[in-house]
T-cell receptor
Framework: DTGVSQDPRHKITKRGQNVTFRCDPI?????LYWYRQTLGQGPEFLTY????????KSRLLSDRFSAERPKGSFSTLEIQRTEQGDSAMYLC????????????????FGPGTRLTVL | SQQGEEDPQALSIQEGENATMNCSYK?????LQWYRQNSGRGLVHLIL?????REKHSGRLRVTLDTSKKSSSLLITASRAADTASYFC????????????FGKGTMLLVSP
């Protein structure tokens, strides 16, 4: 399967614990995105990487959240001191590079990691 | 924050009927995209329409864009039970258009 993969698919944790999610994008995609989706809502942008550089971060990304993409391939999203409000589906997506004035390319999404904080 | 708002929130139709979903947004855009999400396959890109385009077709899908009204519509013709899913519009803004802003979605149920 050459699509975007995420691990784990489900995570149940207790409040106050740290969790880390992994995303493996499509290999030739240099752009990687993290989104959060809660029930009944559309995905909300969290952060975005171009290669290993984190270029944009949403105000939703509090200081308890940190994302990395050390070698420009896979990415990790860590949530420290989890809170019940962090319960959501965390989605990763990747896309091809934008060249010149080429419109934004479609994003390919992974299956998501569903986080439940008890 | 959500930029787009889809209308209706939920839509129930019979197989073979057409389904129309609308999306309104607030700021100027570079392009608008529609995605489908179901429990089996996650979010899947359907179609992209640029800000200088007014209509686009892909198979049974037809998308229109009216930038003066900041609105878009997605028409699915001859619907099938397999079209049952949530449909989201997502906008890429003119500045920093590398990220997408999604609406809350329309839940479509197609009954056999």
């Amino acid at each position: 399967d050459t699509g975007v993969s995420q691990d784990p698919r489900h995570k149940i944790t207790k409040r106050g614990q740290n969790v880390t999610f992994r995303c493996d994008p499509i290999s030739e995609h240099n752009r990687l995105y993290w989104y959060r989706q809660t029930l009944g809502q559309g995905p909300e942008f969290l952060t975005y990487f171009q290669n290993e550089a984190q270029l944009e971060k949403s105000r939703l990304l509090s200081d308890r959240f940190s994302a990395e993409r050390p070698k420009g391939s896979f990415s990790t999203l860590e949530i420290q001191r989890t809170e019940q409000g962090d319960s959501a589906m965390y989605l990763c997506a990747s896309s091809l590079p934008i060249i010149g004035t080429t419109p934004h390319n479609e994003q390919f999404f992974g299956p998501g990691t569903r986080l439940t904080v008890l | 924050s959500q930029q787009g708002e889809e209308d209706p929130q939920a839509l129930s139709i019979q197989e073979g009927e057409n389904a129309t979903m609308n999306c309104s947004y607030k700021t100027s855009i570079n392009n608008l995209q529609w995605y489908r999400q179901n429990s089996g396959r996650g979010l899947v890109h359907l179609i992209l329409i640029r800000s200088n385009e007014r209509e686009k077709h892909s198979g049974r899908l037809r998308v229109t864009l009216d930038t003066s009204k900041k609105s878009s519509s997605l028409l699915i013709t001859a619907s099938r039970a397999a079209d049952t899913a949530s449909y989201f519009c997502a906008t890429a803004q003119n500045s920093g258009y590398s990220t997408l802003t999604f609406g809350k979605g329309t839940m479509l149920l197609v009954s056999p």
